[in-house]
């Protein structure tokens, strides 16, 4: 009996110490998602997903990471992007994972794939480097049955839209999106957006929203989007939260106010925010919303007309002259296809470039002759370093990069789809300890996982699938500028996505193991 047992315990040390991972990630300093603090740990990873964490000395595997000196975090889940056209061009997303990105959030701002289903399929052929899960949007399914009429949708054109959520959200969205500063979500009314938003709640989903306004109307816009989440019973998000206009500055605790004001009413609220004093998006929103209705052609016709013209013109300089400026100075071109010589410079210095006067009404002549060819995109420098800070330290914030995938050397794009989270590790923890590195990476992992229903990421603990990000606190950064973009962050030494090795020793491996995050519509049948 006594040589049986001998030998039981031998056999249990052997099998113990044989114990065999994918990936061993050792003598790391782990935070979980929780915001719980740091502690030493070693990971074992097989099949894709977190098998054992601990003091792992049985455990062997192919590929071995010391990270000794090192963070080991969830990989990093960014809710706000517009990847958008951009997947095929540059499947690796070196942009988002060289800045601990494992995942994000696409169909944002109301502007999402026509079919979801086929979207879907064409990101799993495809493969990238990141997991993707997606919003519908709404300007989008608008679009398809209303064009883009300025009016209210009748009855049947409201069931039509209804219907297109419904598939969408069956195919495996994570919500609704809604942006309500473009065309033509713009001319849609608060009822329209709740009839979406209900059957969006049928299937567990978020209402994302670029709200209404977010300058001299933001408390109206905050209202508006809370209104919605009330009738509609449904989670709301309110995207890259901020404040526009030096007019506006110092506001961000009235607009924090009504956000702790919803939750504390019970509606699930939370907000998310680029860590940035300048915002990007398209140079038609400088136009008033009704010249922009019926296409391009439309408009420009209207800008054809001496008449209109001159009331758009009047609009603008009416708009500057609330933002306390006296030049369109703040407005920088990103990307202005009828002549890219003029990426990176403000409408200010193009103006004077073309010999002409130098003052606004000149500068407004410009950007109305740029919409007549096609429009820009743009990176508009306008907010307080005060209030960004102000909004960071809310609790239920999270950071998303509002990006798409950057094709590196493409324009002059804002640096935030190379940095955002590298800059929050960075300046704002490390450097100006706005808040903690375990609260920093809360706001970045678990929170933003919980919020889109992501239940199997966003968190070490076994079980979770292995998105992990293994870096250097001591120095990772954000390399990029509005200047010269297109540079990669930097402390980033290792990222796995779904167990595999993307990022080794800084480097991206070529690997592309990334997958489709489905919504809780996918199999579940509506909830009435």
Request: proline letters at 3%.
């Amino acid at each position: 009996m006594k040589y049986i047992l001998l030998f039981i315990t031998v056999l249990s040390t052997s099998l113990l110490q044989a114990q065999q991972a994918d990936v061993l990630i050792r003598n790391g300093r782990i935070i979980d998602g929780t915001g719980n603090n740091w502690y030493y740990a070693d990971i074992a990873i097989a099949n894709g997903k977190i098998i054992a964490i601990g003091k792992l000395s049985q455990y062997s595997a192919s590929k071995v990471i010391d990270a000794k000196g090192l963070y080991v975090a969830p990989g990093f889940i960014d809710v706000h992007t517009h990847i958008e056209g951009d997947e095929a061009k540059a499947p690796d997303a070196k942009s988002f994972i060289l800045d601990g990105v494992t995942s994000v959030v696409a169909g944002n701002c109301g502007e999402s794939a026509d079919d979801m289903a086929q979207y879907f399929r064409f990101i799993d052929s495809l493969k990238l480097s990141i997991n993707v899960a997606a919003l519908v949007g709404h300007n989008t399914v608008r679009q398809l049955v209303m064009g883009e009429a300025n009016r209210t949708p009748t009855a049947e054109e409201q069931q039509r839209m209804e219907a297109l959520v419904a598939k969408a959200m069956q195919a495996g969205a994570v919500g609704l999106s809604t942006g309500l500063i473009y065309i033509p979500g713009t001319y849609s009314q608060t009822p329209e957006v709740v009839g979406l938003a209900k059957v969006a709640a049928q299937y567990n989903g978020v209402y994302a929203t670029h709200m209404r306004n977010e300058a001299d109307l933001v408390h109206e816009a905050i209202a508006e989007a809370i209104n919605i989440g009330r009738q509609a019973n449904i989670p709301v998000e309110i995207s890259h939260f901020k404040l526009s206009g030096q007019n506006n500055w110092g506001r961000s605790n009235e607009t924090l106010g009504l956000v702790q004001q919803a939750r504390a009413e019970g509606i699930e609220v939370t907000i998310d925010q680029y860590p940035y004093t300048a915002s990007s998006t398209s140079l038609s929103t400088l136009f008033p919303d009704e010249m922009l209705a019926d296409g391009a052609d439309s408009i420009r016709a209207r800008i054809d007309n001496p008449t209109t013209r001159a009331y758009i013109k009047n609009y603008m300089l009416a708009r500057l002259k609330k933002r306390q400026q006296n030049h369109f100075t703040y407005c920088q071109i990103a990307n202005y296809r009828s002549d890219t010589s003029w990426n990176g410079k403000n409408i200010e210095e193009v103006n004077l470039l073309l010999g002409r006067k130098h003052n606004a009404a000149a500068e407004a002549d410009l950007i109305i002759d740029m919409m007549y060819k096609g429009g820009a995109s743009m990176v508009f420098h306008g907010m307080s370093e005060v209030d960004v800070k102000n909004i960071m330290q809310y609790p239920f914030n999270m950071f998303a990069s509002d990006a798409s995938i950057r094709v590196f050397n493409s324009g002059v794009p804002h640096p935030r789809g190379y940095g955002t989270n590298a800059r929050v590790l960075g300046k704002y923890v490390r450097q100006e300890k706005v808040l903690s590195l375990e609260e920093a990476i809360r706001r970045m992992t678990s929170l933003p996982a919980q919020k889109f229903g992501l239940h199997n990421r966003g968190l070490l603990k076994p079980g979770m699938m292995a998105d992990i990000v293994v870096f250097d606190a001591n120095t990772v950064i954000d390399k990029s500028t509005y200047a010269q973009p297109h540079q990669y962050s930097e402390g980033f030494q290792y990222v796995l996505v779904n167990g595999v090795v993307v990022v080794d020793n800084a480097q991206h491996t070529g690997a592309r193991p990334g997958t489709v995050l489905y919504g809780q519509g996918k199999t579940a049948q509506p909830s009435h």
